[in-house]
């Protein structure tokens, strides 16, 4: 049986949405920085980032207590798709303004400028 159902189940919650849309726009993120962008909370952050890590679409990597996310870089033929069509909704439809503030403002708290250079496209 296809796993596709439980991929697009990962994409029914807004916060996902955004969270994807985060990422590829800033390449590789902490969960402290996501969860500022969002104005959400650590757990409800960290469940979001595993949920999403449980289906395919990102990969985490722990540096010593924090863990950083990224989307997946070689995606199977199905995940590549649903990021590419998400790629160019994130760019065109949604507006980011809030959050982009939020992260920028948390970064410059943190001391850093701006996040991880994003990956390119496919």
Known sequence: MSDLPQLYKALSEEP????LALLMRHGELCVC??????????SK???????LAQVGLVEDRREGVRMHYRIVERAGPDRARV??????????????EEEEMRLRTWLARKGRTSAVTPLAPG
């Open 33 to 42: 920085d996501v969860e500022a962008a969002l104005g959400a909370t650590q």
């Open 83 to 96: 990021l590419d069509g998400l790629r160019s909704f994130a760019d065109e439809e949604w507006r980011w």
């Open 16 to 19: 996902r949405l955004r969270i």
């Open 45 to 51: 952050t960290s469940r979001h980032m595993r949920y």
